[in-house]
């Protein structure tokens, strides 16, 4: 057999007279990233090489050997033995390979039959996307429960609720934490549809078009637990939108959390004093004695901007790369890496925040009661008396603005000042627009009424 040439791959270096060193080496390698991915790519390996012996491809020793060899090696780089070799481990694909057959000899030569790298990481990273999405999928999980059982035990507490962040019309707490319970869930539904779509077995497409070795596609699909084989190797490996698929789901997950954090943020700000984020969720400053910071709020705010980020990084990358395999696909890890990573993280660490945080509920009740946000039941009153609504609706606006000047709030006015607004006023009307009856009366299915809401509770917790 002719000798490799000094310095030449010893997994391509028969035509080579040189490899890359140096910055060339480091820019194309991508160890650094896709080590993590060292135990798919062996679990991978021996699927592939119990299939080639089933097939009398290989020997049954031969298989053995290599599933021994990448037992070891699992073995070394979990107890962080393992020496990687920069010089020459482009990929964790090369890496465990070379020391493979450093390990068993020639037999680790056969791995490689019916394979390439390019269906060896699609395989890898699918596998990864799949775990990383159950893992995802658990943590949107503990986030509901705890939005469940906050909401359960502050079931009375009242808070203005607003759109355009101007107060609205009174809602539940519970009320206001079960949206978002109701979010987590879409992203858990979104998050499974990602899983469903790495499950798929890309393994035997070899380096885009088959290969001429009688494999078993299906036989590794069911030893790696992969639902289904894909159909096309061409697409095989080249689809990345299962990367695509998961990525948008924690996409929507940190927008959802962010949007939790930004009402946290104003809920804890003096301003607002709704709720003290707990000490081991908060910060001070260096120079402000009296400052705590609602940081970790802010931070899974300002990550949500990188997980786009991540998003948009990927599309880009796909974007007009011919078939099969081109190498800008090894861009694609980081942003999957990152995108899982971060939102996993910041899930947890909303669910801390959201567990612990003290409800400051007089001061929701307070600023629940205080001023207008009683002006539709008023205007639903004059209504029940028979007003059309528009006119109702102008009746209770001249009583705003009344209000308004006179720095009242609705329920301060008397009957007497009522009724010059409209002689459909009686003396109902003074517990009409109490706060806690204003809430009572949502009682249509998916309001706020304390009624509704154990009607919520019931799905919530049939949902779980
Ligand atoms: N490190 C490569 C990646 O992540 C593995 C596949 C390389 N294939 C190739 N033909 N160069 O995409």
């Not at 059309?388 to 000047?405: D, I, S, T």
């Amino acid at each position: 057999m002719p000798e490799l040439r000094k310095g030449a791959s010893p997994l391509w270096g028969g035509r080579f007279s040189e490899a890359p060193t140096g910055d060339l080496a480091r820019f194309g390698a991508s160890l650094e990233v896709d080590r993590r991915l060292w135990a798919q790519d062996i679990a991978g390996s021996k699927a592939h090489a119990t299939m080639l012996a089933a097939k009398g491809i290989i020997s049954a020793e031969d298989a053995k050997a290599i599933c021994a060899g990448l037992d070891a090696v699992a073995e070394e780089i979990s107890s962080g033995e393992f020496a990687f070799d920069s010089a020459v481990d482009e990929d964790i694909h090369m890496a465990i390979e070379r020391r493979l057959t450093e390990l068993i000899g020639p037999a680790g030569g056969r791995l490689h039959t019916a394979r390439s790298r390019n269906d060896q990481v699609a395989l890898d990273s699918r596998l990864f996307a799949k775990e990383a999405a159950a893992g995802l999928a658990r943590e949107l999980r503990s986030l509901m429960v705890t939005l469940l059982e906050r909401a359960k035990a502050e079931r009375d507490v009242v808070l203005p609720g607003y759109t355009h962040l101007q107060p609205a019309q009174p809602v539940l707490l519970a009320h206001h934490l079960l949206a978002y319970f109701w979010m987590f869930s879409r992203d858990v539904t979104r998050v499974r549809a990602a899983e469903r779509a790495a499950d798929a077995n890309p393994l035997g497409a070899a380096a885009l078009a088959g290969t001429t070795y009688p494999i078993d596609r299906q036989m590794t699909a069911d030893a790696l637990d992969l639902s289904r084989v894909i159909p096309n190797s061409l697409d095989a490996v080249s689809d990345r939108d299962f990367m695509l698929d998961l990525i948008y789901a924690a996409s929507v997950v940190m927008a959802h959390l962010s949007r939790l954090c930004e009402e946290l943020v104003l809920w804890s700000s003096a301003e607002f004093g709704f709720v003290t984020m707990d000490d081991a969720h908060s910060t001070g400053s260096s120079i402000m004695p009296q400052k705590k910071n609602p940081d970790f709020a802010e931070l899974v705010r300002g990550k949500t901007g990188r997980v786009y980020g991540d998003l948009v990084s990927l599309l880009t990358t796909l974007k007009g790369i011919p078939l099969a395999y081109d190498k800008d696909l090894q861009e694609d890890k980081e942003p999957l890496f990152d995108a899982v990573d971060t939102a996993t993280s910041s899930l947890a660490v909303v669910r801390g925040m959201v567990a612990t945080m003290e409800v400051h509920a007089d001061r929701m009740a307070h600023a629940a009661g205080e001023g207008l946000m009683a002006a539709t039941d008023l205007a639903d009153y004059l209504v029940g008396k028979g007003l059309p609504f528009r006119e109702a609706h102008r009746v209770v606006g001249a009583l705003v603005a009344r209000c308004v000047a006179r720095g009242k709030a609705l329920d301060d006015l008397t009957l007497e000042e009522l009724r010059e607004f409209s002689e459909l006023f009686e003396a109902d009307v003074l517990s009409w627009v109490e706060i806690r009856n204003v809430v009572a009366r949502r009682r249509s299915e998916g309001g706020t009424s304390p009624e509704a809401l154990e009607r919520q509770f019931e799905l919530a917790e049939s949902l779980l």
